[in-house]
């Protein structure tokens, strides 16, 4: 379709976005950024047409606005003028749509007394599915980060047709795959209510607190249980006997009320834990975390195969609500080097210990209207080649890590790995490890660092007052409040802070 009047057939002006997009992917890079500026009447036609009411009137009128000057001759001129038309339609329908946005803070439909219905219904539209509009696999989503200003062309030394917007992205939501496996990649957006969602702070945009709680600390809190199956050698952790992680994590979080996000780590949780911490939320009277990542366990939840279960992370609102889920997509493998400085009973000849669990193949970006875009991982998928790919597309404000280790550091790979992919945007990385493991060592570490907190390695044009590429690790506060917390600040980045702060 090459033509306005091949476009009308859009049901509103964001499904219209997508048409339009189509046909300018279609154009060479070399055209796309040489383009002129359209007839200077073009603009305000264009906006005439999207106070509209009826979706349909709108695309109607906007593609009148388009036709009534479009050259459709083959000649160079005329398809440098047809470019620069389309452009200008595609940063007017961004413009209008920012009013939508999560990052918006009033509307940007200054030119008129209210909202057009069709503006409400794809607001609406996205919080039921998750994107604007949809054709195919194509999804038109908010535009990430969803609290932090965007890369816009300012921040690039070329063109970019997706940094033309700041409000906007085109993602293929079938494009995602790892190690030849497609995943189902899932946006889910999370209003800013109390009871079911996460409510906005605009005083703690980009100076939130995040509280790192290890659980697990004993050697006997985590019980490891080699399992060999014909030529494959299982590890499974478990719970330990007197081990109480929903006691521990309900003192974190009653202990932390101010904290923006509060996160246990992996496999230190299990189904029932969650279910009563869960329950016991809503006795704290709304003083807890806005975002608890309720670490990670086995759990037979769900299609399992040959009897191994998933090992899934949950994220629950201050009310206990359960907002989303992640199973561990990439398995982990612990190798021989690796057993022989932990004291595991039953390893003697295993070459390698592989994690027993299902594999899982979804992925869910969650976005937190009130907090930001949001991606949980879960240890060794953190390693994971895809994870690049995402961050690209999506371009999420936070990346939240519970992981299973002898605890974390700045020295240790997930740190190293989230500075390599800090490179890539504008997202903060948290990772929070237990402890228990670290006593299965022979020669133990002397220190207690369980968690990391790493920042992005450029800052866009846009944020101002903040500084790049800061990181910190975080140790429990004291001998007796196990946990510790630093906090975004504009101008000094991840700054220790405690109960008292």
């Known amino acids: 379709m090459s033509h306005p009047d091949d476009w009308r057939g859009a049901p509103d002006p964001a499904s219209l976005f997508l048409v339009i997009w189509a046909y300018v992917r279609g154009v060479s890079a070399t055209r796309l950024a040489r383009n002129d500026p359209p007839p200077p009447e073009l603009h305000g036609d264009l906006l005439d047409a999207l106070r509209q009411s009826n979706g349909r009137d709108a695309v109607a009128a906007f593609c009148d606005a388009l036709a009534k000057d479009w050259r459709s001759g083959t000649d160079f001129v005329s398809k440098r003028a047809r470019v620069s038309a389309t452009l200008l339609a595609l940063r007017t329908l961004d413009d209008i749509l920012m009013a939508i946005h999560p990052r918006s803070v009033r509307p940007s439909l200054a030119q008129v007394t209210h909202w057009p219905d069709w503006l409400a219904d794809v607001e609406e539209r996205r919080t039921l599915t998750g994107a604007y509009a949809s054709d195919g696999a194509l999804s038109l989503i908010a535009k990430g980060p969803l609290m932090r200003c965007p890369r816009l062309p300012p921040d690039q030394a070329t063109f970019s047709l997706g940094d033309q917007f700041a409000a906007l992205k085109v993602v293929d939501l079938d494009s995602f795959r790892e190690d030849d496996r497609r995943l189902e990649v899932t946006v889910r957006v999370i209003d800013q209510s109390v009871d079911a969602g996460v409510p906005h702070r605009r005083e703690r945009k980009a100076s939130e607190v995040v509280t790192f709680v290890p659980l697990a600390e004993a050697g006997a809190d985590l019980r ?52 009563t911490v869960a329950q016991s939320l809503p006795t704290l009277g709304g003083s807890a975390a806005r975002l608890i990542i309720a670490g990670s366990g086995l759990t037979a939840d769900g299609p399992v195969e040959e009897g191994r279960p998933f090992n899934r992370a949950a994220a629950l609102n201050a009310n206990g609500r359960l907002l989303w889920e992640h199973r561990k997509v990439s398995a982990y493998a612990m190798h021989e080097e690796t057993a022989k400085g932990l004291e595991i009973p039953g390893v003697d000849g295993a070459v390698k210990l592989m994690e027993r669990i299902t594999w899982s193949d979804a992925v869910d970006i969650a976005d937190l209207d009130g907090l930001g875009r949001c991606l949980m991982l879960i240890c060794q998928d953190l390693q994971m080649s895809v994870v690049d790919q995402l961050l690209d597309a999506f371009r999420p404000d936070w990346v939240l890590v519970p992981i299973l280790d002898t605890g974390t550091s700045l020295n240790r790979w997930p740190a190293r790995r989230a500075r390599d992919l800090a490179t890539r945007g504008e997202t903060r990385f948290v990772v929070v490890s237990s402890l228990a493991m670290n006593n299965w060592r022979s020669v133990p570490f002397t220190g207690q660092e369980m968690g990391v907190a790493i920042g992005p390695t450029y800052l866009n044009k846009g944020e101002t007052g903040e500084i790049a590429a800061v990181q910190a690790e975080v140790a429990p506060e004291t001998e007796s409040w196990r946990f510790g917390s630093v906090r975004w600040r504009n101008a000094k980045g991840w700054a220790s802070y405690s109960r008292g702060s």
């Open 224 to 275: 490891p249980e080699v399992i060999r199956d014909g030529g494959t050698v299982y590890l499974d952790v478990l719970k330990g006997a007197k081990y109480d992680p929903s006691a521990a994590l309900l003192k974190a979080v009653a202990a932390n009320p101010d904290s923006d996000i509060l996160i246990a780590p992996e496999l230190a949780v299990d189904d029932q834990d969650l279910e």
